[in-house]
């Protein structure tokens, strides 16, 4: 059985995914005249978009992979409460995507990474306003800035690199005293003595609301939204004919695969083997913390977010390497429990609830912005990382604008699926290896 629309004269498009960047897809194409269809597992608990720190940060433009980055390898291997960390029985699995990782990180490929990541993400909370403005929710969104803390001059020092691309990149980067971070945010502890205030950076009050409220409004303007799991793609020839899912077929014209950390076997039966990994983010959520904060803080040195959200503080962060069915690592939620007192004295983490998510990460920080090598009608927008929030609006700006043949307005080479083959089939010393860097 196969589930279709009547959609009389418009074409229709289904997107597998219903996260945020999915559901920006789908708003995307439903107001540029589309018939939508979302299919989604319905799992909002899984999703990145259910639990992130919900900072909007368009001035994220340093890719996780710096140069240097080969030298803490060691401790992401061995030290069990590392805010990078690879888990031991996932290690050899992971080889592949960490050598591409360090590839990525020398200081030519990050100079270019972050031009294509400032094109990405420097209009998100101008594109959030004017979207949430449209639907009569723009108190989700805030603009008030973001600290990054440091326990001593020198320990931002070790940081000088990143804040120097941010500031190429024109992002506004002010280095603040302790005696400033008291007056900004006086919860603050003694630890912290020094920081960077950002200004122009923004949070959601509430990431799964936000979703939430976007679907509702995609609904009620005529989407439809299946809960089904996808398993692959129907079709011979040059053009997909349906989704094959958990249940009926849904058949549409086009497909845009954004399934987040679950969209690397789509994309391999479209053609496309790409190096998508999860990296495992933990938060905890404090409902009765008895600290006020007015904006996004982070610990620079435990890599850490902070985060005032309607439901309460919540507290974000880490990076670990496993697989997408491996249990949770509760040492990474203690740490968290452990290391928010060193910043907040006087927080109350009882009542904390946890949560684990999955984050679509590719080796050079840049997501998949892509038309699919073996079915022409099939379109990729994954692979965020950290940033999927804050770049999900304009990433279905230019994935609406490649399926409908339109000029994107900025180079989509550097998102491109296929940007890691020939580093995998030659070496990162060849001469074809080499052309990525003039890509």
């Not at 490929?109 to 959030?128: F, K, N, P, T």
């Not at 120097?164 to 008291?182: A, K, M, N, P, Y």
């Not at 950076?201 to 509430?206: K, L, N």
């Not at 990296?279 to 902070?306: C, E, M, N, W």
Request: aromatic share 6%.
């Amino acid at each position: 059985m196969a589930f279709a629309y009547d959609a009389g004269d418009k074409p229709t498009v289904a997107v597998i995914g219903g996260g945020i960047v999915g559901i920006l897809v789908a708003l995307k194409f439903q107001r540029s005249g589309y018939k939508v269809i979302v299919v989604d597992r319905g799992s909002k608990e899984a999703r990145c978009s259910f639990g992130n720190a919900g900072s909007l940060s368009p001035g994220s433009v340093a890719p996780l992979g710096m140069p240097g980055v080969i030298a803490k390898v060691p401790s992401m291997l061995f030290a069990p409460a590392a805010p990078l960390k690879i888990q031991p029985r996932y290690a050899v699995q992971a080889l592949p995507w960490l050598m591409r990782f360090v590839f990525a990180s020398s200081q030519r490929r990050v100079q270019r990474i972050s031009h294509a990541l400032s094109g990405l993400l420097s209009d998100s909370i101008e594109l959030y306003t004017a979207i949430l403005r449209s639907i009569n929710a723009q108190d989700i969104i805030q603009r008030r800035g973001q600290l990054q803390l440091y326990p001593s001059v020198d320990a931002r020092r070790t940081d000088a690199s990143v804040w120097q691309l941010r500031r190429d990149r024109g992002v506004t980067v002010e280095e603040i005293s302790r005696e400033e971070i008291r007056q900004l945010e006086p919860s603050i502890g003694p630890r912290y003595a020094c920081g960077i205030y950002l200004p122009n950076e923004g949070m959601v009050t509430d990431p799964a609301r936000l979703v939430d409220v976007l679907t509702e409004h995609f609904v009620a303007d005529g989407g439809t939204l299946i809960e089904e799991g996808v398993e692959g793609f129907g079709g011979e020839g040059k053009r997909a004919s349906h989704l094959r899912t958990s249940g009926e077929r849904v058949v549409a014209d086009s497909y845009v695969v954004a399934a987040g950390a679950w969209s690397r076997e789509l994309a391999r039966q479209a053609g496309d083997d790409v190096p998508l990994v999860t990296q495992r983010g933990y938060h905890i959520t404090l409902p009765h913390a008895g600290i006020a904060l007015s904006r996004p803080v982070v610990a620079a040195d435990r890599k850490y977010f902070v985060s005032p959200m309607e439901m309460g503080i919540r507290v974000a962060g880490t990076v670990e390497f496993d697989s997408l069915d491996a249990p949770p690592d509760d040492r990474r939620v203690k740490a968290l429990a452990d290391a928010v007192p060193e910043l907040l004295p006087g927080i109350d983490v009882g009542g904390a609830s946890s949560w684990m998510g999955h984050r679509p990460c590719m080796p050079d920080s840049l997501p998949v912005i892509d038309r699919s090598q073996r079915f022409a009608n099939v379109f990729y927008a994954f692979g965020n990382g950290h940033l999927g929030l804050t770049g999900a609006p304009k990433m279905a700006e230019l994935v609406v604008a490649m399926a409908t043949d339109r000029t994107p307005g900025m180079d989509l080479r550097p998102f491109r699926a296929s940007r890691f083959e020939l580093l995998h089939r030659t070496g990162p010393r060849s001469e074809e290896g080499r052309s990525l860097e003039r890509a």
